[in-house]
């Protein structure tokens, strides 16, 4: 029995959230799964990830084999390093939350700056209608003729 490391996918429709799972290789995606290893939310900001390193360590010492966005996940936790004796990766970068208030003011600045000035930030184009092309038409043929 070949034994894999993998994705169970939880969620709704556009909210996915995966658990990573021990499960045998002929079983489906969202099938039974020998044993619960992990967690993976990739929608929250940052994603979490959750590894429980000593049985990630065991499972591959047994033989299970990670699929790629497995793999993926224990090159960042390092369990991957750990596991093959490789120096263990730099520590995750953990983006700082934008402010979206004061984004939000330095727009309403701009939009105020430009309202201000009570001009047209782009010229007006100038309307051709039918009428002037069949008037242009008319002329050229007028000026062929003679």
């Given at each position: 029995m070949a034994v894999k490391i993998k994705l169970k996918r939880l969620g709704k429709i556009r909210s996915p959230h995966y658990r990573i799972v021990v499960a045998d290789s002929r079983t489906r995606r969202d099938?039974?799964?020998?044993?619960?290893?992990?967690?993976y939310h990739p929608v929250q900001n940052p994603s979490r990830i959750e590894v429980n390193s000593e049985r990630v360590q065991y499972w591959l010492g047994v033989g299970a084999q990670p699929t790629e966005p497995v793999m993926a996940i224990l090159k960042v936790t390092g369990?991957?390093?750990?596991?093959?004796?490789?120096?263990?990766?730099?520590?995750?970068?953990?983006?700082?939350?934008?402010?979206?208030?004061?984004?939000?003011?330095?727009?309403?600045?701009?939009?105020?700056?430009?309202?201000?000035?009570?001009?047209?930030?782009?010229?007006?184009?100038?309307?051709?209608?039918?009428?002037?092309?069949?008037?242009?038409?008319?002329?050229?043929?007028?000026?062929?003729?003679?």
């Open positions: 099938g039974r799964a020998i044993e619960e290893i992990g967690l369990d991957w390093q750990k596991f093959k004796g490789l120096p263990a990766p730099a520590p995750m970068l953990v983006a700082e939350p934008k402010d979206k208030r004061a984004a939000f003011e330095a727009f309403t600045k701009a939009l105020e700056a430009n309202e201000a000035k009570g001009e047209a930030i782009t010229p007006k184009a100038k309307k051709s209608g039918k009428k002037d092309e069949a008037a242009d038409a008319a002329e050229s043929a007028e000026s062929t003729e003679a």
